[in-house]
């Protein structure tokens, strides 16, 4: 991929740890790294994100290749792997923190992303309406070291085998054309 090619999605669909997994495994997506963004402060860490009073929202920042992956089919990946119904909750993970959102990096990708929610709803996708911000794309800010990787590096532990090996199985059902030979 030349650096021409590339281009920048932030997606927020609650734990990180669960969003960069599914991600990691697409053809086309160069890189994933868990952080944070939308929020007042500069540099948050973890430990304040956790508080819900930052306003940021756990989030990914993915390089993709658009002739090999475009941005609809990442957020067709985003919708189906998340439930973009909750209000500021994801399963057991509770708070504005956890909110399902889109930040846009220009305004192709702010209509992409306006257009598909318009069209799930009237295929009534969900048995709830979306509520998926879509919100300009500001200040992303790169989650601490322990938290990159997450999934890959600690699938025996009960969280990511409880919650992200669904995510993964689901993806790996619905998009199997769309996954890297190595996954």
């Known amino acids: ?5 590339k281009r920048k999605a932030t997606l927020a669909g609650g734990c990180f740890w669960c969003t960069e997994a599914v991600f990691q495994r697409l053809e086309g997506v160069e890189a994933v790294r868990s952080g944070f963004t939308g929020g007042a402060i500069k540099n948050p860490a973890y ?3 956790l508080t819900g009073r930052t306003g940021h929202a756990e989030a990914i920042e993915i390089v993709f290749d658009p002739s090999i ?11 189906a792997t998340h439930d973009p119904t909750t209000l500021n909750r994801q399963q057991n993970d509770v708070g504005t923190q956890y909110r399902s959102a889109i ?6 990708q702010e209509k992409t992303a306006k257009r598909l929610i318009v069209e799930l709803q009237e ?9 998926t911000e879509v919100t300009e794309a500001s200040a992303f800010y790169e989650a601490e070291k322990e938290h990159q990787d ?4 600690h699938r025996q532990q009960p969280y990511c085998q409880f919650i992200i090996d669904p995510k993964i199985d689901k993806l790996k059902k619905l998009f199997s ?6 996954t």
């Open 123 to 131: 295929q009534k996708a969900f048995d709830n309406s979306i509520v």
């Open 69 to 79: 992956i475009s941005y609809q089919e990442l957020l067709l990946v985003f919708f």
């Open 1 to 5: 991929m030349t650096k021409e090619n």
């Open 177 to 182: 054309e769309k996954l890297k030979s190595n």
């Open 103 to 108: 930040f846009y990096h220009d305004t192709e």
């Open 47 to 49: 430990r304040e994100i």
């Open 150 to 153: 997450f999934y890959n590096q």
